[in-house]
């Protein structure tokens, strides 16, 4: 079965200070993976998805991740957060029939003044 | 356009009591996946429609049914809640099933006392 592992469950910044949340997967097969953002109180936004092609994915929101195939990696980047930025972060897997979403365990981002 | 839109947004039940969760997906998209979200932790899929027929069932037991009307609304039910059901229940939409394109909705959050 996929799976994924956020090895952080939290990361605390300050703001403009650049900000990696790990993701790593767990995969005998071709993986699609994503990532989610949470507000408080909010549903799931997404934030990019790699689904073939450049192993670097630009996402909304000034957010970029590498997909990593040697490492089983799908690191989130951002070079400079807001205060806005503070939020849950999810990486996900779906699975081969396309129509299953794993998700991990979430990041929390704490971004302060 | 109407984004997924998930009823009521918040509700209070007590042990055993019978709950129904309603979501309304984007015009257009035919498939509705309905998944769970406890408190610090990552959604876990319970169910997914397409065609008001059920497509894929997560690990819940049998107290969790759901279904798909012709509209493509859905509803999720849970019979003899327990404590243990007090989450964030998220609802997704999509064209087909394919959850690469899905989008979600804002929850519903149960709480059971």
């Known amino acids: 079965a996929q799976s994924v592992t956020q090895l952080d469950s939290q990361v605390p910044v300050f703001e403009e200070a650049p900000v990696e949340l790990r993701c790593n997967y767990s995969?005998?097969?071709?993986?699609?993976l994503f990532w989610y953002v949470q507000y408080p109180n909010q549903g799931l936004q997404l934030l990019l998805k790699?689904?073939?092609?450049?192993?670097l994915v630009k996402g909304i929101n000034g957010f970029e991740a590498e997909f990593n195939k040697s490492q089983t990696s799908f690191h989130l980047r951002k070079p400079s957060v807001h205060i806005s930025d503070t939020a849950e972060y999810f990486c996900?897997?779906?699975?081969?029939?396309?129509?299953?979403?794993?998700f991990g365990k979430g990041t929390m981002l704490l971004v302060s003044p | 356009d109407a984004g997924v839109t998930q009823s009521p947004t918040h509700l209070i039940k007590t042990r055993g009591q019978h709950v129904t969760l309603r979501c309304s997906p984007i015009?257009?998209?035919?498939?509705v996946s309905w998944y769970q979200q406890v408190l610090g932790q990552g959604p876990q899929f319970i169910f997914q429609?397409?065609?008001?027929?059920?497509?894929g069932r997560g690990n819940f037991p049998d107290r969790f049914s759901a279904r798909q009307f012709p509209n493509y609304s859905s509803e999720l039910n849970v019979n003899a809640l327990l404590l243990g059901d007090s989450a964030l229940y998220l609802c997704?939409?999509?064209?087909?099933?394919?959850?690469?394109?899905?989008?979600f909705g804002q929850g519903t959050r149960l709480t059971v006392v």
């Open positions: 997704a939409s999509s064209v087909t099933g394919v959850m690469t394109e899905a989008f």
């Open positions: 995969s005998s097969v071709s993986v699609y």
């Open positions: 790699y689904l073939s092609g450049s192993t």
């Open positions: 996900a897997v779906i699975n081969s029939g396309y129509s299953t979403l794993t």
């Open positions: 015009s257009g998209h035919k498939s």
């Open positions: 429609y397409y065609e008001k027929e059920e497509r």
